[in-house]
Each structure stands twice: as structure tokens, then as C-alpha cells.
């Protein structure tokens, strides 16, 4: 199995690379610099406001993803699996691979459309926020969504890898039937290190430990001490992320304000990404990707999110300079084609 965002990231190299979701990676030692570990465990039922029962620890959220999915088949819960239209590759090719009934969704503006689509043994498996629109549910539609599942006795697998970008307070969501999924690799960025972790319903949960026994345990037990270290400072993250990111959020808005005729920008509030769709006719995001290539700049097309009509752009893993010179760049080259339509 190919995964076609992951090839177009490994096969293409650029100059301007604004190509990564995530922030630019915290260094081992300014992480040593912040104090001393403490309990791994711990630590995530301080900031989740759960038992021990409802977590897992994993290598990363594509591995919670699969694990999560695998035990709600293995307990035989569900049948068919209810994925989004744009969305992050891995997740709609996963149901598949673990041969699971699919249906794709197109969402528009909110990601409440898929509340319509819940089913009697469906999965409704989504990122949350979405990559790469950003659009999210937040603590009370998640709620509202937990009491929709356990009502039509259906769950929900949310990759949650971005939610702290926009949900400062992890505490009181609703684990009733439904999995969330996290990382380091996006709010915690560590070049050395990444650790995963699921957490929700109590009974899903005990099935995700068994699998994870099975094809990947142990993690090692140093990660957890670094990452400890910076569960116990998410403020300290969150400001730096912050730092990075909205400074290149500022400069986006005045450069696209130049060129608002030719480009609608779908971006949410503190989040590293932003999606940006040319209004011109004709031109695909395969197509536009590829001419800022050509130009020394690395984005993603959106056929890798299932729909071709733009590029996701990373906010938080470059200066501000180099983000500037590259959205100018992106500026032009809009121009240019839009221009003579």
C-alpha cells in the first residue's frame, strides 16, 4: 500500500518547505531546561480528568487510529466505517485496509454533517480538528455527539492530534463511546522523540492495550520521561507554538488580502495549517502544487486529502521571513495564473 501524501513529501525537496503541519521541533535540551519528569500516566489523567482505565499509550496516533479500529471490530460494535471528504489520507485508507464496510462524506463548512450519518454498528472516524481545513468540533458538539452515538449504538474514532492548537482545557470530554487519539507530533514536536496516547470509553480502551501488547508494546520509558516534562509545561508550549505561528498568520492576511479576488482561504483560529483554493477555472491543487514546485516551494495538493481543489499550507514550521518571501512567491504565481483567465 502506497500512501501518496507521505511519497509526494519524501520524493520532493524545496527551498521554501511549507509542506509540514506540525511547529518546528522542540530541542532536547531547552526541554531539559523546563524541570523534572514526572509520571507519565499521571500526568494525562491530571490533564484529562480520566482513570487509568481510560487510557493506552502507543507510539503515535496512527497506531491509536489502527488500534482503535481494530478493537471495535475485534469486539464485533461495528460493520462500516464513516470517513470525510477533505481528510487526512492515512485515515481514509485505514477502514479499507482493515477491510470495513466504507462510506466518504463530503463536509463543507462543519463537520455537524456527519451527526445525519450515524448508523446502528458505524464508526465515525474523522480528525478533529480537520486536516487540512481546520474546521473542528468543539467540547459541547462533542457531547452532543457522544449522547447521538450511545443513542443509536454507534462510536466515533477522532484523531485529536491538532485539538490542543484550539481546546486549551482537555478535561470533560465525553469518553462514552467514543476513542480520541493524540501524539507528539504536532502540538509537541520533538525531532528525537514521539509518543501516542488514546483516550475514552473504558471498555474499547482494555481491547486497544491487549492489540497494542500484541504488535507494539513498550514504549520506551525515557520518551515518556521527556514528554512528561513538557505535559507538565503545555503552557510553555503553547506560547511557543504561538510565537511561531501567528506571527506567519499576519503576514498570510496581508498577503492574501492583495490577491482576495483570486483565492478563498479556509483557516481557523491558532491552528499551523491553513488551506487556500484559487478561484480561477481550470486549474487543479495537483496543478498549482507542482508550478510552485517548479518555483522552490513545497506544499501539499489537496488530491492527497481526497479533493483537488487546493494546497495545504504549514503555518508554524518556518520563520517569518522565509514564511513571507514564500508567500509572496505563492502571490505571484496566483496572480499569474488567475490573471490572464
Given at each position: 500500500?502506497?500512501?501518496?501524501?507521505?511519497?509526494?513529501?519524501?520524493t520532493?525537496?524545496?527551498?521554501y518547505?511549507?509542506?509540514?503541519?506540525?511547529?518546528?521541533?522542540i530541542?532536547?535540551?531547552?526541554?531539559?531546561?523546563?524541570?523534572?519528569a514526572?509520571?507519565?500516566?499521571?500526568?494525562?489523567?491530571?490533564?484529562?480528568?480520566?482513570?487509568?482505565?481510560?487510557?493506552?499509550?502507543?507510539?503515535?496516533?496512527?497506531?491509536?487510529?489502527?488500534?482503535?479500529?481494530?478493537?471495535?471490530?475485534?469486539?464485533?460494535?461495528?460493520?462500516?466505517v464513516?470517513?470525510?471528504?477533505?481528510?487526512?489520507?492515512?485515515?481514509?485508507?485505514?477502514p479499507?485496509?482493515?477491510?470495513?464496510?466504507q462510506?466518504?462524506?463530503?463536509?463543507?463548512?462543519?463537520?455537524?454533517?456527519?451527526?445525519?450519518?450515524?448508523?446502528?454498528?458505524?464508526?465515525?472516524?474523522?480528525?478533529?480538528?480537520?486536516?487540512?481545513l481546520?474546521?473542528?468540533?468543539?467540547?459541547?458538539?462533542?457531547?452532543?455527539?457522544?449522547?447521538?452515538?450511545?443513542?443509536?449504538?454507534?462510536?466515533?474514532?477522532?484523531?485529536?492530534?491538532?485539538?490542543?492548537?484550539?481546546?486549551?482545557?482537555?478535561?470533560?470530554?465525553?469518553?462514552e463511546?467514543?476513542?480520541?487519539?493524540f501524539?507528539?507530533?504536532?502540538?509537541?514536536?520533538?525531532?528525537?522523540?514521539?509518543?501516542?496516547?488514546?483516550?475514552?470509553?473504558?471498555e474499547?480502551?482494555?481491547?486497544?492495550?491487549?492489540?497494542?501488547?500484541?504488535?507494539?508494546?513498550?514504549?520506551?520509558?525515557?520518551?515518556?520521561k521527556?514528554?512528561?516534562?513538557?505535559?507538565?509545561?503545555?503552557?510553555?508550549?503553547?506560547?511557543?507554538?504561538?510565537?511561531?505561528?501567528?506571527?506567519?498568520?499576519d503576514?498570510?492576511?496581508?498577503?492574501?488580502?492583495?490577491?482576495?479576488?483570486?483565492?478563498?482561504?479556509?483557516?481557523?483560529e491558532?491552528?499551523?495549517?491553513?488551506?487556500?483554493?484559487?478561484?480561477?477555472?481550470?486549474?487543479?491543487?495537483?496543478?498549482?502544487?507542482?508550478?510552485?514546485?517548479?518555483?522552490?516551494?513545497?506544499?501539499?495538493?489537496?488530491?492527497?486529502?481526497?479533493?483537488?481543489?487546493?494546497?495545504?499550507?504549514?503555518?508554524?514550521?518556518v520563520k517569518?521571513?522565509?514564511?513571507?518571501?514564500?508567500?509572496?512567491?505563492?502571490?505571484?504565481?496566483?496572480?499569474?495564473?488567475?490573471?490572464?483567465?
Amino acid at each position: 500500500m502506497e500512501i501518496g501524501h507521505f511519497t509526494w513529501l519524501r520524493t520532493h525537496r524545496a527551498k521554501y518547505d511549507v509542506s509540514s503541519s506540525g511547529v518546528k521541533p522542540i530541542q532536547l535540551d531547552e526541554i531539559i531546561k523546563l524541570g523534572e519528569a514526572s509520571n507519565f500516566i499521571e500526568d494525562l489523567m491530571s490533564i484529562y480528568g480520566v482513570d487509568r482505565r481510560n487510557l493506552a499509550i502507543t507510539h503515535g496516533t496512527q497506531e491509536g487510529n489502527f488500534a482503535a479500529l481494530t478493537a471495535l471490530r475485534e469486539l464485533g460494535l461495528i460493520e462500516r466505517v464513516i470517513t470525510v471528504i477533505p481528510e487526512y489520507e492515512p485515515i481514509r485508507v485505514l477502514p479499507k485496509f482493515l477491510r470495513l464496510r466504507q462510506t466518504e462524506l463530503n463536509i463543507n463548512k462543519s463537520l455537524t454533517e456527519l451527526f445525519n450519518n450515524i448508523e446502528r454498528g458505524s464508526a465515525l472516524f474523522f480528525s478533529n480538528p480537520n486536516n487540512p481545513l481546520g474546521t473542528f468540533l468543539n467540547k459541547k458538539l462533542l457531547w452532543e455527539l457522544s449522547d447521538e452515538l450511545r443513542r443509536r449504538n454507534a462510536y466515533a474514532v477522532i484523531d485529536s492530534i491538532f485539538l490542543e492548537f484550539v481546546e486549551n482545557n482537555l478535561k470533560d470530554l465525553p469518553m462514552e463511546n467514543i476513542i480520541f487519539t493524540f501524539s507528539t507530533s504536532k502540538f509537541y514536536t520533538m525531532n528525537e522523540i514521539k509518543v501516542g496516547w488514546v483516550v475514552g470509553d473504558n471498555e474499547i480502551v482494555k481491547e486497544i492495550n491487549g492489540i497494542i501488547d500484541l504488535v507494539s508494546p513498550l514504549v520506551i520509558d525515557l520518551n515518556l520521561k521527556y514528554v512528561s516534562i513538557l505535559l507538565r509545561n503545555r503552557s510553555w508550549v503553547r506560547e511557543r507554538n504561538l510565537g511561531i505561528i501567528i506571527p506567519n498568520v499576519d503576514t498570510m492576511r496581508k498577503v492574501i488580502n492583495e490577491i482576495s479576488d483570486y483565492v478563498s482561504i479556509s483557516y481557523v483560529e491558532y491552528m499551523p495549517i491553513l488551506y487556500i483554493r484559487t478561484k480561477c477555472q481550470e486549474i487543479t491543487g495537483s496543478t498549482f502544487a507542482n508550478k510552485l514546485l517548479s518555483r522552490d516551494i513545497l506544499t501539499v495538493p489537496g488530491q492527497y486529502f481526497g479533493k483537488d481543489d487546493g494546497i495545504r499550507i504549514g503555518l508554524g514550521s518556518v520563520k517569518r521571513d522565509i514564511f513571507e518571501e514564500a508567500m509572496r512567491i505563492i502571490m505571484n504565481a496566483i496572480n499569474e495564473e488567475c490573471g490572464r483567465r
